[in-house]
């Protein structure tokens, strides 16, 4: 989002990032002196949503969670004032139905989905979140899907993988969604690929697999330990960087020692450095269970690294198999131990497929197509709202269907107040637009 905002200022227009800040303890206005606590509305929420009035949200903790901070975020976003923008751009489909109700009657909103929320929940109900309410809080998140996906006057998502998902399970219209991809800073990131600044030194006399991302359970990096193994049964002319943390990282890491790979593996934390470590890394690999389009698969083939990847979710659409890199069954330890296995056997390949990568990837990923097709959403989804807006009959107006889910509390526009937010991390902060300029102001190149 950093980079998005920056891509837009060159142009001339004036962008707030809005997010949560540290532990989901506050909203703030990232660029901005602006902040609001939790603590500060605690009260209030406790007893607008005390037990008595809507049991129901205190049947799943998970819902709970949620339902506070989602009524926590739109107080918040309310507080600080909508009116000013233009456009508001969202990072995800909880904060997307939170400023939809309370937004008013000017701003455009634009969804970006990075993932599907619902999905990851149901991932999560079957093992950390699991509980004799399951079945109550899927039904809450898969309706969140469906509304924050079709709150917004656009929703873009990155690939066909997620359009299809939308579109079949959670009845999102497909003439809603727009499909594209990010884009990437690139030279910026070839830049730190160059940095000597790093502590951490490749060993002489053995090839280095690396992992970056976060540790959790989707990431499939126990089924990697795993896969490393049995790969030290055949060879042991190789290392493993882990980068990055999560709260799985002690469990994988007492998994790690268990199969006796505490001289193979390498955990290194969350750290600044990645370019750099990639650039000296000879194999990349992500194991998930469930994914879209992640960056740390961005960066390594920017980086011209051979990948392995799982064929989870929208992976198959930005790896090649036998092109730019490998892929396996997600889960397959047996597959991914054979593909890590031939790749360290045969270095031509490995050269081949890393440079195909980044050949694919440094043009594929490039910033400024991504800009374009932003620009080009924004332009459409300020007609379309205006078009809307004007078509509202002044009186008799309808309430909006995406309200609490849970919860029987549907009220007059007027007095709506929230809806929910989904822990997001900081880097996917929401932005916000104003000043935006006529189109053929737009497309002024940038200053790169």
């Known amino acids: 989002m950093k980079q998005l905002k920056e891509k837009l200022e060159s142009l001339g227009h004036e962008v707030d990032l809005l997010g949560y800040g540290e532990d989901n303890s506050y909203v703030y206005i990232v660029n901005k002196n602006q902040r609001l606590e939790k603590d500060h509305l605690l009260p209030l929420l406790n007893e607008k949503l005390n037990k008595e009035a809507y049991p129901a949200i205190y049947e799943n903790e998970l819902v709970k969670y949620t339902e506070f901070q989602r009524y926590f975020y739109e107080l918040a976003a309310a507080y600080f004032g909508l009116e000013k923008y233009d456009v508001i751009h969202t990072q995800d489909v909880i904060s997307t139905a939170c400023i939809n109700r309370v937004r008013p009657k000017g701003p455009a909103l634009v969804a970006t989905l990075h993932g599907s929320v619902a999905y990851e929940i149901r991932h999560q109900l079957t093992t950390i979140h699991k509980s004799p309410t399951s079945y109550m809080a899927r039904a809450y998140f898969d309706e969140l899907e469906h509304i924050g996906a079709t709150s917004a006057e656009f929703t873009i998502v990155a690939n066909e993988w997620l359009r299809n998902v939308l579109t079949n399970e959670f009845r999102v219209p497909d003439e809603q969604i727009k499909v594209f991809h990010y884009g990437y800073d690139i030279e910026t990131f070839i830049e730190r690929m160059e940095e000597k600044k790093s502590s951490i030194k490749r060993p002489d006399d053995k090839k280095v697999i690396i992992y970056t991302g976060r540790l959790v359970e989707t ?124 790749l360290l056997e045969n270095k031509k390949y490995r050269k081949a497929l890393g440079s195909n990568a980044k050949k694919w990837g440094r043009d594929y990923w490039s910033p400024d197509k991504a800009l374009e097709n932003v620009l080009d959403v924004y332009q459409s989804a300020i007609s379309k709202r205006k078009k809307d807006v004007e078509n509202i009959p002044t009186d008799n107006k309808e309430e909006k269907d995406e309200e609490n889910v849970l919860t029987d509390n549907t009220k007059e526009k007027d007095e709506e107040n929230v809806l929910t937010d989904n822990t997001k991390e900081k880097d996917e902060e929401n932005v916000l637009t104003n000043n935006t300029k006529e189109k053929d102001e737009e497309n002024v190149p940038t200053d790169e």
């Open 219 to 342: 990431k499939g990096v126990h089924h990697l330990i795993s896969a490393l193994s049995q790969l030290k049964a055949i060879r042991n002319d190789w290392v493993c960087w882990i980068v990055g943390d999560g709260d799985k990282k002690a469990e994988l890491q007492v998994q790690s020692k268990a199969l006796g790979l505490e001289e193979d593996i390498f955990f290194f934390g969350k750290r600044d450095d990645i370019p750099y470590l990639l650039s000296k890394s000879d194999i990349f690999v992500l194991p998930s269970l469930l994914e879209n389009q992640p960056l740390s698969v961005i960066e390594a083939q920017i980086a011209g690294k051979a990948v392995i990847v799982s064929d989870a979710g929208g992976l198959p659409e930005i790896v090649e198999h036998g092109v730019t890199g490998l892929i396996s069954p997600a889960g397959n330890i047996e597959a991914l131990c054979k593909n890590l296995n031939l």
